[in-house]
């Protein structure tokens, strides 16, 4: 038995290597080994080792990556699947998000709501003239989405606590999520309303459509807070309805304190 002394990057290992008058050395980049008795390796050897040593360098960070693209891809599956189920089969659909809910899959449906909505909002405002006022209030449309989520969030699960079934709070964010899927709808309607003139007859009628939009959004809260929190749904409307009505609170006294 011949002991073979193996220094790679400035770490000396000493390993025997069982071999009749042959001792074996790895040889790479940055390798020098020093041994009693030192022996060659062949050329093909050579190239087989320096192809293991570069795929243990390499293969960490494509591993890293492709198991990123492929959780990537399966919120986005998930997603897309969910939104058709919302569209078709809501009530359904929020009792399945609310048995395995998953934070990031409404945190991406909040986010992509409101990148959608800003770029609508960006068409709208170049259409009408706005200006550069209304193009700072579309490019604060996600923050602004992410801003209500949360605090929706925050206030249901404060007013649920009157049933004694608060504490689900990360699982409302990630089913009320997909509620914000109208406010798409509605900046679509911007554009159109827009495009349509200020003061004309479309204009009108495009603008009554908001309206529908506006339930279509508090149905889906409804059904999502309903599906969460396990209520009757008129408990389920009034917890809807109470974070419009905090906000509004806060904006009136905001109003009056600014006044006096």
Request: glycine letters at 8%.
């Amino acid at each position: 038995m011949t002991v073979v002394q193996i220094r790679v990057a400035s770490d000396c290992v000493t390993q025997p290597v069982f071999a009749t008058g042959v001792g074996v050395g790895c040889v790479a980049d940055g390798v020098a080994h020093d041994a009693s008795n030192t022996a060659t390796i062949a050329e093909p050897a050579r190239v087989a080792i320096r192809q293991r040593c570069m795929r243990s360098i390499v293969a960490p960070p494509v591993s890293v990556a492709v198991s990123s693209l492929l959780r990537l891809a399966a919120v986005f599956y998930r997603v897309a699947v969910s939104v058709i189920g919302i569209l078709v089969r809501p009530q359904s659909t929020f009792a399945g998000l609310a048995s395995a809910s998953r934070l990031r899959d409404g945190f991406a449906v909040v986010l992509g709501s409101g990148v959608v909505a800003l770029v609508l909002g960006l068409i709208a405002n170049q259409i009408s003239g706005g200006g550069a006022a209304g193009a700072v209030a579309s490019l604060l449309l996600p923050l602004l989405f992410l801003v209500y989520w949360a605090a929706a969030g925050l206030i249901v699960d404060a007013g649920a606590g009157l049933s004694a079934r608060a504490g689900r709070w990360r699982q409302y964010l990630a089913v009320s999520g997909f509620t914000f899927l109208p406010w798409i709808a509605y900046s679509a309607l911007l554009v159109v309303e827009a495009a349509a003139g200020s003061g004309t007859a479309a204009q009108s009628a495009v603008a009554w459509l908001t309206l529908p939009l506006l339930l279509w959004f508090l149905y889906l809260t409804t059904l999502a807070v309903q599906a969460v929190f396990d209520v009757t749904p008129f408990v389920a409307l009034a917890l809807a309805l109470l974070p419009d009505a905090v906000l509004l609170v806060l904006l009136i006294a905001l109003l009056v304190a600014t006044n006096i």
